[in-house]
Protein backbone atom coordinates (compact mmCIF):
# COMPACT_ATOMS: atom_id res chain seq x y z
CA UNK A 1 0.00 0.00 0.00
CA UNK A 2 1.64 3.56 -0.71
CA UNK A 3 -0.32 6.68 0.16
CA UNK A 4 0.61 10.13 -0.95
CA UNK A 5 -0.27 13.35 0.56
CA UNK A 6 -1.26 16.52 -1.32
CA UNK A 7 -2.67 19.71 -0.87
CA UNK A 8 -0.79 21.22 2.12
CA UNK A 9 0.35 24.74 2.69
CA UNK A 10 -0.12 28.22 4.02
CA UNK A 11 -2.91 29.30 4.85
CA UNK A 12 -4.78 32.25 7.13
CA UNK A 13 -6.85 31.84 10.61
CA UNK A 14 -10.18 31.10 9.75
CA UNK A 15 -9.47 29.97 6.20
CA UNK A 16 -9.99 26.46 4.60
CA UNK A 17 -7.90 24.11 2.91
CA UNK A 18 -8.44 20.57 1.47
CA UNK A 19 -5.74 17.75 2.22
CA UNK A 20 -5.95 14.49 -0.45
CA UNK A 21 -4.56 11.06 0.11
CA UNK A 22 -4.09 9.21 -3.28
CA UNK A 23 -3.48 5.61 -2.05
CA UNK A 24 -2.45 2.88 -4.72
CA UNK A 25 -1.40 -0.88 -4.40
CA UNK A 26 -3.99 -3.21 -2.19
CA UNK A 27 -5.64 -0.83 -0.22
CA UNK A 28 -8.72 -2.81 -0.71
CA UNK A 29 -7.28 -4.70 2.31
CA UNK A 30 -7.23 -1.89 4.48
CA UNK A 31 -10.30 -1.68 6.85
CA UNK A 32 -9.89 2.46 7.72
CA UNK A 33 -7.93 5.09 6.79
CA UNK A 34 -6.81 8.20 8.67
CA UNK A 35 -5.34 11.50 9.25
CA UNK A 36 -3.22 12.09 11.74
CA UNK A 37 -0.52 15.49 12.39
CA UNK A 38 2.27 15.89 14.66
CA UNK A 39 4.51 19.25 15.19
CA UNK A 40 8.14 18.93 16.33
CA UNK A 41 8.48 17.94 20.05
CA UNK A 42 5.25 16.81 20.31
CA UNK A 43 3.35 12.90 20.05
CA UNK A 44 1.53 12.75 16.70
CA UNK A 45 -2.29 12.85 17.31
CA UNK A 46 -5.52 11.57 15.95
CA UNK A 47 -7.17 13.85 13.50
CA UNK A 48 -9.94 11.99 11.70
CA UNK A 49 -10.53 8.83 10.49
CA UNK A 50 -13.11 6.76 8.30
CA UNK A 51 -13.65 2.76 8.33
CA UNK A 52 -15.26 0.39 5.56
CA UNK A 53 -18.67 0.90 7.50
CA UNK A 54 -18.32 4.69 6.41
CA UNK A 55 -18.23 5.24 10.22
CA UNK A 56 -16.28 8.35 11.11
CA UNK A 57 -13.82 9.39 14.64
CA UNK A 58 -12.49 12.63 15.30
CA UNK A 59 -10.00 14.05 17.48
CA UNK A 60 -11.94 16.16 20.32
CA UNK A 61 -10.03 19.48 18.82
CA UNK A 62 -11.79 19.36 15.56
CA UNK A 63 -15.25 20.99 16.97
CA UNK A 64 -16.87 20.11 14.40
CA UNK A 65 -14.17 22.08 11.81
CA UNK A 66 -12.94 19.20 9.53
CA UNK A 67 -14.59 16.37 7.59
CA UNK A 68 -12.82 13.53 6.49
CA UNK A 69 -14.19 11.44 3.54
CA UNK A 70 -13.63 8.35 1.32
CA UNK A 71 -13.96 7.87 -2.32
CA UNK A 72 -16.08 3.98 -2.89
CA UNK A 73 -13.02 2.84 -4.52
CA UNK A 74 -10.79 4.15 -1.99
CA UNK A 75 -8.49 5.62 -4.57
CA UNK A 76 -8.60 9.08 -2.58
CA UNK A 77 -8.80 10.13 1.44
CA UNK A 78 -9.57 13.52 1.86
CA UNK A 79 -9.52 16.17 5.05
CA UNK A 80 -11.69 19.14 4.40
CA UNK A 81 -10.39 21.76 7.24
CA UNK A 82 -12.53 25.11 8.04
CA UNK A 83 -12.40 27.83 10.21
CA UNK A 84 -8.34 26.96 10.88
CA UNK A 85 -6.41 28.17 13.36
CA UNK A 86 -2.82 28.57 14.15
CA UNK A 87 -2.70 25.69 16.67
CA UNK A 88 -3.61 23.42 13.28
CA UNK A 89 -0.48 23.92 12.00
CA UNK A 90 1.17 20.73 11.68
CA UNK A 91 2.85 18.01 9.28
CA UNK A 92 -0.70 15.90 8.95
CA UNK A 93 -0.18 12.32 7.86
CA UNK A 94 -2.70 9.88 6.16
CA UNK A 95 -2.79 6.23 7.19
CA UNK A 96 -3.96 2.92 6.72
CA UNK A 97 -4.46 -0.43 8.79
CA UNK A 98 -5.81 -3.80 7.49
CA UNK A 99 -7.61 -4.79 11.32
CA UNK A 100 -10.41 -3.99 12.50
CA UNK A 101 -9.43 -4.04 15.86
CA UNK A 102 -6.75 -0.92 15.08
CA UNK A 103 -9.63 0.89 13.76
CA UNK A 104 -11.50 1.61 16.99
CA UNK A 105 -9.61 4.59 18.05
CA UNK A 106 -7.31 7.06 16.79
CA UNK A 107 -4.10 5.65 17.85
CA UNK A 108 -1.16 5.96 15.65
CA UNK A 109 0.67 2.81 16.63
CA UNK A 110 -2.14 0.49 15.20
CA UNK A 111 -1.90 2.12 11.55
CA UNK A 112 0.55 0.03 9.15
CA UNK A 113 0.94 2.18 6.37
CA UNK A 114 2.08 5.50 5.95
CA UNK A 115 2.22 8.62 3.53
CA UNK A 116 4.86 11.25 3.74
CA UNK A 117 3.13 14.11 5.18
CA UNK A 118 1.83 17.66 4.33
CA UNK A 119 2.82 20.63 5.97
CA UNK A 120 -0.07 22.92 6.99
CA UNK A 121 0.87 26.31 8.22
CA UNK A 122 -2.07 28.72 9.38
CA UNK A 123 -0.70 31.99 10.12
CA UNK A 124 -2.59 34.81 12.24
Known amino acids: VRLVESGGGPVQAGGSLTLSCATSGDIASCRCMAWFRQVPGKQREGVAL???????KYGDFVNGRFKISLDSNKSTLTLQMNNLVPEDTAMYYC???????????????????WGQGAQVTVSS
Open 50 to 56: IDDDGDT
Open 95 to 113: AAEVLWARCAVLYSPGFRY
